[in-house]
């Protein structure tokens, strides 16, 4: 199982959190990447970086059919009737009436702060889990660390002892067995 993508960076939860942050909260719901790294980061050259964000993070972005824009899944789910110069929501009505070029000043409807907690509070669970699923997928190293302390010391161990033996042998001469005198063994 490959490793989570809230684990491929140090900054990985900061990257989606300030994302999820901007894109919530920004007038028009959906820019390409080049605007959301500057929106984000203040720094287009960036766009590569949270174009990756974007695809490794489909639980909250999306991209469109041409996978030149992005936007928040929650939003994207909105009607657009959000006029970005008024700040207010216009009816479809309304919306019918604008001219073609007015249309585009219209987009969907920014999060609540409700809603951009109930995300962000999301992320930050998602990435505990990741953490945690690391850190489970790891049960077997102290057990295999033990297992080898404990054939290491029973290696050194019988090293040690039969090096103890043989110091002990050279250290004392051998005892003369008692001889058998020819006499006795052979037959009268």
Request: net charge positive; aromatic share 8%.
């Amino acid at each position: 199982m490959p490793d989570s993508p809230y684990l491929s960076s140090p900054d990985r939860l900061g990257d989606v959190i300030a994302a999820i942050q901007v894109m919530g909260t920004y007038k028009f719901y959906k820019l390409d990447f080049a605007g959301w790294a500057d929106r984000i980061v203040g720094d287009e050259a960036q766009a590569q970086h949270w174009r990756r964000v974007v695809e490794e993070h489909p639980e909250f972005f999306r991209m469109d059919s041409k996978r030149e824009k992005a936007s928040l899944v929650w939003r994207r789910q909105r009607q657009k009737l959000f006029n970005v110069d008024t700040g207010c929501q216009i009816s479809r009505e309304e919306f019918k009436q604008l001219a073609d070029n007015q249309k585009l000043r219209i987009s969907r409807m920014p999060l609540a702060s409700t809603e951009l907690a109930l995300l962000l509070d999301a992320a930050i669970k998602l990435h505990s889990t990741a953490l945690e699923h690391k850190k489970d997928r790891r049960w077997w190293v102290p057990i295999i660390a033990s297992l080898m302390g404990v054939i290491l010391g029973a290696a050194l161990a019988s090293l040690f002892a039969r090096s103890a033996l043989k110091s002990t042998e050279q250290a004392t001469p051998p005892t003369p067995s008692p001889a058998v005198s020819s006499q006795s063994v052979l037959p009268h």
